[in-house]
Nanobody, 126 residues
Framework: QEQLVESGGGLVQVGGSLTLSCAAI????????VGWFRQAPGKERQWVAA????????EYADSAEGRFTISRDNEKNMVYLQLNSLQPGDTAVYYC???????????????????WGQGTQVTVSS
């Protein structure tokens, strides 16, 4: 069964850090552009960051620029999102998503991503 699985979420204090991981089961992530999205209670899903297939091309939402870092390890079939300087406004469920091949450019549009994980909760306490 092909699926994406996020991990690494948790409860952290303001200013703290977390590293989220996205693993692919039954699918080779190196063939996909991968994005991270988040959704807070009562709010629409928000794009956070994306990375192209070889990891050279990355893009960030304004809210993530300078604080979050997306990266990938194609040998391990993993994509990561390092979260630093966390604020209460970062509290959300974070999802990783993969675009269908052959696209190799990042996108901030959720409908461009065909495969989604179940999400991991990040809670930032003040």
């Amino acid at each position: 069964q092909e699926q994406l699985v996020e991990s690494g979420g948790g409860l952290v204090q303001v200013g703290g850090s977390l590293t989220l991981s996205c693993a692919a089961i039954g699918r080779t992530l190196r063939s996909h552009v991968v994005g991270w999205f988040r959704q807070a209670p009562g709010k629409e899903r928000q794009w956070v960051a994306a990375i192209n297939k070889n990891g050279v091309g990355v893009e960030y939402a304004d809210s993530a620029e300078g604080r979050f870092t997306i990266s990938r390890d194609n040998e391990k079939n993993m994509v990561y999102l390092q979260l630093n300087s966390l604020q209460p406004g970062d509290t959300a469920v974070y999802y990783c998503a993969a675009r269908s091949p052959p696209y190799d450019f990042t996108s901030d549009y959720g409908a461009d991503y065909a495969y989604w994980g179940q999400g991991t909760q990040v809670t930032v306490s003040s």
